[in-house]
């Protein structure tokens, strides 16, 4: 089975978990259920991979440094990507060769989400035109100013509507266990959860 390759948006300013709980459902799911089939690699369903502007060191939330490792020139083929989100997202709606970056990547890629306000960054690339969305309840008004007839849903864990949105931080986790629920079913996606100990809503 062909692995999928998820590349992951690092930049400064980006909340640590939005990253960290994605990656983690993401690169522990499996179709063999139990721990043995975690001790390597060999039957991952998913390659995650950070992805940043360059390769140098980004400041997360709360100063914990994280280091990309492929830059937008050298990352391979992604098809999954997944933008995250933090108080960083807000420089990064001014910055043409990240949002230019982004729109590129999802038009290849297979399956393009977010968590929390990475949402505001696909709107800012008009991937969010149209559909049903939601992001952390901080950002909703500025989430409905930068995209053309979004739904706004604040009530949802996360929205599925071509694009996949979160809410806020932890929720990245709930949209990564639908993500394998979606690509190989509900059985390995609570598995996936019951490995990792995190209780589905």
Known sequence: MERWNVGV?????????????????????????GVES???????LF???????TTQPVNATG???????HSFAD???IDLLLVPGGFGTRPLLQDSPTIDWIRTTAASARR?????TGALLLARAGLLDG?????HWGAFGLLTSL???????PEARFVDDGVMTSAGVASGMDLALHIVEVLFSRAVADETAHYIEYRRG
């Open 9 to 33: 948006l690092l930049f400064d300013g980006v909340a640590l978990l939005d990253v960290a709980g994605p990656f983690e459902v993401l690169s522990r799911a499996r179709l063999e259920p």
């Open 38 to 44: 975690r001790h390597t690699e060999d039957n991952a």
């Open 47 to 53: 390659d995650v991979f950070t992805v940043a502007k």
């Open 63 to 69: 100063g914990i440094v994280l280091v990309p490792r």
């Open 75 to 77: 990352a391979p083929r």
């Open 112 to 116: 393009t989400a977010s968590v929390c």
């Open 131 to 135: 559909r049903r969305a939601t992001t």
């Open 147 to 153: 995209a053309k007839d979004v739904t706004v849903d």
